[in-house]
């Protein structure tokens, strides 16, 4: 498929960028797009370079697949741009996330929604997409009623910017400073607060945890979902502390198998063993890991899931929704 | 009262030290006692230098007060001849929290407990106060029924070495490091492991909330509780996700209130608003914000609970029982 990235110099652009190159459907080198302040970086691939350029109406013409990893307000402007001109559009923002003609897709769970030809695909964010990978087999197996979550979420979620911030911060630490970035400053602090205010006491990636697991899985209202997400001075990795309640009794040995038999997920089977954000950086998989029952309740179930929030948690979930529909076009190699 | 500190150069005991500075019944100089290793380090107090001497058997002759701050180990060997000696013994350890002879206080709920005299009093744990300050009170409103937590612990709980560590760490940040102290990395990670195992999959921290909170309310299995603790790159002040399920519904509005009543307390009614680690680092109070209802359960609460891990998850709390028990004694000032 004749590709491009739109907002190829960012974190999540250059993450895409470097996952493609593996991929059989990428025979021709993608075009790379970026406003015009961007226009001009070089970007190695295939140990080539190439430039990106400024996105114009007839960047996206005689393209397939547009991986966009822009700001909502830049995909809004160009993803039907693209979609017209006959791109099949994965869209990394959330723009298009809770639109009913836009699937939002984490391929392992409902990848049959991936279709051939153009149009546009929501990636759901990041941390939504490491919980609800590790729900929906628990879901399937025991029926899924309640999960109430705690975020720990990394700094380049909000950008390069935001790296550069914290490493500067923390050498300086103790020295008093504000940030350019986050409401508070963030190196040695934990801040319950990400995105705009919703209005109803959640912060938007609160609200997203809950809206996007519903329609991800396939649910509505009798899918309980609470979520405190919070920023932690890790630079790349999310992790997430969940608890569920299910319709039927937990057996902790099925819980742990059906984790096991999911695609995309490493499941440490020994309450005490897991994964840190540290580890997951740099890879594609979901981690989940203290798994145990809740003491008081027979039907509830801790777990600990991490993942790298540049990765599974966007540019690796976008790939992986285009090598879905290049498998569709017939197109995989 | 005539007062001693053992593990006066730990990070807690010069807290203590500080703290006691400021105490009317505190009217001659307080005895330092430390391990051989630490003997002979001079603190500063009330514009003077105090020498630390090496615990002994006779140490506590002639005293009335012994704060301490050890390890457990240090604490079941001296406790007992702190009492012997006639001192009342407020003990941070874990060491007599679970001791039914001794009770677990938080001054602000079960004071009453604090007696006169020799004998031994347990100063909870430090995650454990700050979540309790918050429970009491809408306990008291609403009947708390089940308690769920996700902490995230600043390193300064583990003392000393491990915010140097931190601090070393953060610098070096991005050369690969393991730890001393921490069972993975802690610069820039999240752990989710702190203590040693229990045998239930629970570690020793997340099995402390849930006993040391029952204990302090007075409540059995009736209370359910989760915790999940986790280790996170903060120096100092512990921040806990708390959401609460309750026997009545749950109006804002009275939960404010019932909050704001309560001493000890500041409370931020704005479900917006919110206090960090770092600005309650240094202080003694617990703050609470991002309170708001559960969006799917008319019974339940979410809050963000922070506080010095230093001041009111230790060395304050053990002070303000040593004021509770010069008060019974008539000897506040």
Redesign the interface.
Known sequence: MRTCILGASGLVGRAMLALVEDQPWLTEDPVLLTSARSAGQEIPFRGRTLTCRQVQPDSFDGLQLALFSAGGGTSRQWAPVARDAGCLVVDNSSAWRMDPASPLVVPEINGRLVGTGPGIIANPNCSTIQIVMAVAPLDAAFGVR?C?V?T?QAVSGAGQAAVHE??RQ??A??AAEGSDIFP??M???????IGQ?TG????EEESKV?NEMRRILDRG?DL???C?A?R????T?H?A?V?LVCDKPVDIEEAVRALKNFPGLIVTAD??D?H????AAGTNEVYV??I??????QH?L?L?VVADNLRKGAAWNAVQIAATAAAAEGMDG
Do not use: I, K
Request: aromatic share 10%; glycine share 8%; charged share 25%.
């Open positions: 309640e109430h705690t720990l914290l490493e923390s050498r630490y103790p508070r400053p190196a040695f602090n934990a801040l319950p607060a205010q109803d006491g959640s912060y809950l209202e309980q979902v609470t405190t919070t932690v001075p890790v630079m990795g992790s502390a608890r309450p005490y897991y840190t954000a540290r580890e890991g203290r145990r029952r809740d003491p008081g309740n509830g801790l600990w």
